[in-house]
């Protein structure tokens, strides 16, 4: 059974114009198809095999290597933490205690209503904002319990994620360039 559509089809043909062979567009083609379904089970990877005409062993590698791709269903919500050096060392780890204990699910679990998930991360390239916290795509740098149980309260209320406040990275290089 066909998982894209004869439309996403012509997206994806279009898509393909920009690489030099198909199997150089797979992982736009595996974004696609988890953003669609939410996850990349067997008949997910078939598709993506047929359309970029790669073996399926190849897209299950890809699937494996790249950790923004799941095996298994996520929360509409899936949160991260990251953990690493910066991270650790400004409040990363009891950030991802206290979210897992809020959410009542451990790493790579969802919660029963299938509304959020948790993943402890290695690092999300923003060391400069640690602690930092992602939901989906979105990012919340320098981001303290409280304000991520915030965050949390925002989602459970209006079933979208809010807009991260604006963090300023180095303000003594800001305030030197305005002088």
Excluded at 108 to 131: L, N, Y
Aim: net charge negative; aromatic share 8%; glycine share 6%.
């Amino acid at each position: 059974m066909a998982i894209f559509s004869d439309a996403e089809l012509q997206e994806i043909s279009e898509l393909q114009k920009r690489y030099p062979s198909p199997a150089a567009y797979l992982l736009p083609v595996l974004w696609r198809l988890q953003d669609k379904r939410g996850w990349l089970d067997d008949e997910a990877m078939e598709e993506a095999a047929a359309v970029c005409q790669v073996p399926k062993s190849h897209v299950r590698g890809v699937v494996s290597f790249y950790t923004m791709f799941f095996e298994k269903p996520m929360g509409k919500f899936h949160v991260q933490v990251c953990t690493n050096v910066s991270c650790m060392l400004c409040g990363g780890e009891e950030l991802l205690a206290d979210m897992k204990q809020r959410l009542g699910v451990q790493n790579m679990e969802r919660t029963p209503d299938g509304m959020f998930s948790i993943e402890e991360v290695e690092c999300m390239g923003a060391c400069g904002g640690a602690p930092m916290m992602a939901i989906n795509e979105t990012f919340f740098e320098k981001i303290s319990t409280q304000e991520a149980n915030e965050v949390i309260d925002q989602v459970v209320a209006n079933g979208n994620i809010p807009t991260p406040k604006f963090v300023q990275q180095m303000p003594e290089l800001s305030e030197a360039a305005n002088k």
